[in-house]
């Protein structure tokens, strides 16, 4: 078992930049056993959508969306990942949410637990 905790939304203007933070805990084993991270969001009458994802530093996938304007990035010291955003648009506007592949399920897609995320509003 592990629990994600997402931070770092609020609102900013277009064009402006945000990063988000996700802190993992829980079981040493389930955590050892994290293979990728990965950020997905959710906006207002849509669904899920996958971001970005991290394998390692040199295997990381974007959406098309936000190719260039998104980095995704993990700590393993401290057990961490992040999206840093930039260049964002209105159409980012969404609940950002990290999940995490424990050997080769995800997490939170596989127990259907998704907390709260964190909002990110891009309005001027």
């Known amino acids: 078992q592990v629990q994600l905790v997402e931070s770092g939304g609020s609102l900013v203007q277009p064009g402006g930049s945000l990063r988000l933070s996700c802190a993992v805990s829980?079981?040493?084993?389930?955590?050892?056993?994290?293979?990728?991270m990965a950020w997905r969001r959710q906006a207002p009458g849509k669904e899920r959508e996958l971001v970005a994802t991290i394998f390692s530093e040199l295997r990381k996938i974007y959406a098309d969306s936000v190719k260039g304007r998104f980095t995704i990035s993990r700590d393993n010291s401290n057990n961490m990942a992040y999206l840093q955003m930039d260049t964002l648009k209105p159409d980012d506007t969404a609940v950002y949410y990290c999940?995490?592949?424990?050997?080769?399920?995800?997490?939170?897609?596989?127990?259907?637990?998704w907390g709260q995320g964190t909002q990110v509003t891009v309005s001027s």
């Open positions: 829980g079981s040493i084993n389930s955590i050892n056993r994290i293979t990728a």
């Open positions: 999940d995490a592949r424990i050997g080769s399920a995800w997490y939170r897609t596989t127990t259907d637990s």
